[in-house]
């Protein structure tokens, strides 16, 4: 009767032994499995994932206007809050490529260290980006009002005309190439070009110069 039972007491343990011995060599591999999966689900995210946009290019800067102004008036102050240009137009273009502004039926004010008042007009003016230079062109005029220099002597009024004047206001100075007319007092002097220093009120006339001098 003892031989049967323990037979019967062995049995049972080998069942239960053969699914742990099964575990525990599946347990060895899981790792190498999760890694496997873990591999294989980085990859199909991979191709899931859309492609980074790479940048346009850059597009070269052009001529091209890339604002405009209607009816404008901008003005330029000094360290100190004085108005030192103010600029008015029908319309202005700006061009990126000279970083410069094209203003049409301009007309501009312009007051020096000595409170002296400048005014220029033109059917077409052309600016820097610092409203320092100003190229006008068609029936330009600048007109420059008298009144007292920095030593106290008195500064007559002077008018330039020309189909093209260059005014810089830091120093002042106008130039021409082109035959110009100056207007100083009751004088006129007729000339081929013109190169007129501002601070130090002295004007330099080449090519064909005609005067006529009001008498004193």
Do not use: C
């Not at 004010?109 to 077409?124: C, E, M």
Request: overall charge neutral.
């Amino acid at each position: 009767m003892s031989g049967p039972a323990l037979t019967l007491a062995a049995a049972p343990r080998a069942a239960a032994w053969r699914p742990r011995r099964i575990w525990d060599q599946v347990s060895i591999y899981l790792p190498v499995l999760l890694m496997a999966l873990l591999a294989a689900a980085s990859y199909w995210l991979l191709r899931l994932t859309p492609e980074a946009v790479e940048p346009a290019p850059q597009r070269p800067v052009t001529h091209e206007p890339d604002y405009f102004m209607r009816r404008f008036s901008v003005k330029v102050f000094d360290e100190g809050g004085a108005l030192k240009t103010e600029v008015y137009g029908a319309e202005a273009r700006h061009h990126p490529d000279t970083d410069s502004t094209e203003i049409d039926q301009a007309r501009i004010r312009s007051v020096d260290p000595n409170g002296l008042l400048t005014i220029a007009t033109a059917r077409l003016v052309i600016s820097n980006s610092a409203q320092t230079e100003f190229v006008l062109q068609g029936d330009a005029v600048v007109v420059r009002e008298g009144g007292r220099g920095a030593d106290g002597a008195p500064v007559p009024r002077m008018e330039f005309r020309g189909e093209v004047l260059q005014v810089f206001t830091d120093p002042q100075r106008l130039v021409s190439d082109r035959p110009v007319t100056l207007l100083r007092g009751n004088d006129q002097i007729n000339a081929d070009s013109l190169d007129y220093v501002g601070d130090e009120h002295v004007a330099l006339l080449k090519g064909r110069v005609k005067a006529r001098l009001a008498p004193r």
